[in-house]
């Protein structure tokens, strides 16, 4: 129609119904395919009108490509998220359009990259400071697709975590989070010694469950609750 997104009035976005929040173009994409792909960070409000007006089955949709909007703004995104304050705008809009398709996390098109590949793939080089918390809070979005993507090999044949610098000082903590290598090696040994989840260290008093609730990150395992 000739109608483009810097002429579009905001009264008319907020007005935005979900028929046209879904409509799709030739590449299968949606409006908010677009917006998540080129979207600048003072677009972020027109971002957010989107969001709200699309319902979670636009949020799964996939393009021609494989990709959904959650592929597009990981990318797009990710070394941001990975460096800035957790608490910031960016952030608040990422974790909404993870609640509204949490099992994207592992969706993988032809190219094979999760956005949890994405997400890894923007941290190759350096680890951010952030990108822990944003790595846990994709795999807390749906533990089961990303679970399974954490063990998917996508684009160049690499899984997530080996993506990442493993001489980085935040390695570890990334690690832990995608593998759990720490919590299932506890599981082998409650398994195989199951008083010791009830042992106190004789200089601090503390179980072992005191110690795991202050790593960093936390070392999860519901062997130790039972």
Aim: charged share 15%; net charge negative.
């Amino acid at each position: 129609s000739g109608v483009t997104c810097a002429s579009a009035s905001s009264s008319a976005l907020a007005a935005m119904t979900t028929s046209l929040v879904a409509c799709r173009n030739d590449a299968g994409a949606t409006p908010l395919h677009c917006a998540a792909q080129y979207l600048e960070l003072n677009g972020l409000a027109f971002f957010e009108m989107l969001l709200e007006a699309a319902p979670s089955h636009v949020c799964e949709t996939s393009n021609k490509s494989g990709w959904t909007p959650l592929h597009h703004f990981t990318q797009r995104f990710a070394p941001a998220l990975s460096s800035d304050d957790c608490d910031g705008e960016l952030w608040r809009l990422f974790l909404v359009l993870l609640r509204k398709a949490p099992a994207v996390v592992g969706c993988a098109p032809a190219s094979g990259d999760t956005p949890l590949h994405l997400a890894a793939h923007a941290n190759r080089n350096v680890i951010g400071p952030h990108a822990a918390r944003l790595l846990s809070a994709m795999i807390a979005a749906s533990p089961a697709a990303a679970a399974a993507a954490c063990a998917t090999r996508g684009k160049a044949q690499r899984t997530p975590l080996e993506w990442l610098p493993a001489g980085d000082v935040l390695y570890n903590e990334c690690d832990e989070i995608l593998s759990h290598r720490a919590a299932r090696c506890l599981e082998l040994l409650l398994d195989a010694h199951p008083p010791a989840a009830e042992a106190a260290t004789p200089d601090t008093g503390d179980l072992a469950l005191h110690q795991l609730c202050a790593a960093e990150p936390p070392i999860l395992t519901p062997r130790m609750l039972k």
